[in-house]
């Protein structure tokens, strides 16, 4: 099928892939296959295997587009538990084999493997990967966001990047760091509350209940002790949204579930390690930040079409050259 037609197929399954993948265009398609995958020296993969994981459709439909637009078949292995209701686009359904474990003719024929996951999950399938083929492996990561100007609309877009899909993308904030991260409490939780209200985040499990309970216990624990370095603003009755200020620039990752922490800005932010994104407010140009991608607070869910997901090439990690 040639590329023109593999365009036609996405775009007419744009409005099921778009909250996902980010606005499809036929330039940016056509566009990026050329940059990253055409050439003389080019090996395109028939078969690639994608293993997901997580709780949220991102990944799942980002690397599926990868692989149409290079006209792979795409083994697409879901988790066992999450994402049940994914399905694929009816006009890609002829480039997708699904399943919720790795077949075991699988491997054998694959020509590229992504994975998603963690560290020991992405180790795991290293190891069953063929050496000659590309694999791709994109690990746990943490977004944060860096906030100069610490205004009403500010807590607006970070409640945005809380609330949606309750931390559960790769590029949802967990820590935001500003010059008086105290100060900046109570704005943030006017508009946790103002998220909630429009999009409420729904039950969870009692691990996960548990675990944002416990981290409340022991920031008043905290706050007994040293209550100008501890501070905490949360859903009333509920564990809907939850905010802690500490008075440590550390990066830790929260429990999720609209959990966040406030600290103050560190010496050097380069010291940081395993970061997605870092969204800026307001938003300026910076290359001395150690993410891959940097973007305005408020559009942590909300990456570039076919963007280099953990600063890695969507289309040129995939395919293979072949020299004369």
């Given at each position: 099928?040639?590329?023109?037609?593999?365009?036609?197929?996405?775009?007419a399954s744009s409005e099921q892939l778009e909250p996902f993948t980010g606005n499809l265009t036929r330039k940016i398609?056509?566009?990026t296959f050329l940059r990253e995958a055409s050439g003389t020296t080019v090996r395109l993969p028939q078969n690639i295997i994608h293993i997901i994981s997580g709780n949220t459709p991102h990944a799942a439909f980002q690397t599926l587009l990868n692989g149409v637009l290079l006209g792979a078949q795409n083994l697409l292995k879901?988790?066992?538990?999450?994402?049940?209701?994914?399905e694929v686009p009816n006009p890609l359904q002829a480039f997708v084999e699904v399943s919720r474990e790795l077949p075991a003719h699988w491997i054998p024929k694959a020509d590229?493997?992504?994975v998603f996951g963690s560290d020991n999950?992405?180790?795991?399938?290293?190891?069953?990967?063929?050496?000659?083929?590309?694999?791709v492996g994109h690990g746990h990561r943490i977004g944060i966001a860096i906030i100069d100007e610490p205004t009403p609309k500010a807590a607006q877009l970070a409640a945005r990047d809380i609330g949606l899909f309750n931390q559960s993308g790769c590029l949802s904030l967990h820590t935001i760091y500003l010059k008086d991260p105290s100060a900046f409490g109570p704005l943030l939780a006017e508009a946790m509350t103002n998220f909630e209200e429009q999009d409420p985040r729904g039950p969870l499990s009692l691990s996960e209940a548990g675990a944002i309970t416990n981290l409340r216990e022991e920031t008043r624990y905290l706050m007994a002790q040293d209550p100008k370095s501890h501070a905490l603003w949360h859903s009333p009755r509920s564990t809907a949204w939850t905010i802690i200020f500490e008075n440590n620039s550390r990066l830790a990752l929260s429990p999720?579930?609209?959990?966040?922490?406030?600290r103050p800005m560190p010496d050097n932010f380069s010291?940081?390690?395993?970061?997605?994104?870092i969204a800026l407010h307001p938003y300026e140009e910076r290359s001395n930040l150690p993410a891959p991608r940097i973007f305005p607070l408020g559009e942590a869910q909300s990456p570039p079409a076919l963007w280099p997901h953990d600063g890695i090439l969507p289309l040129a990690s995939l395919v293979r050259h072949q020299s004369e």
């Open positions: 099928m040639t590329l023109s037609k593999r365009i036609d197929l996405i775009l398609l056509e566009e879901l988790p066992s538990q999450t994402l049940l209701d994914f590229a493997m992504v999950t992405i180790r795991h399938f290293q190891s069953l990967c063929p050496l000659e083929i590309p694999f999720g579930n609209r959990t966040i922490f406030l010291k940081f390690r395993h970061l997605s994104g």
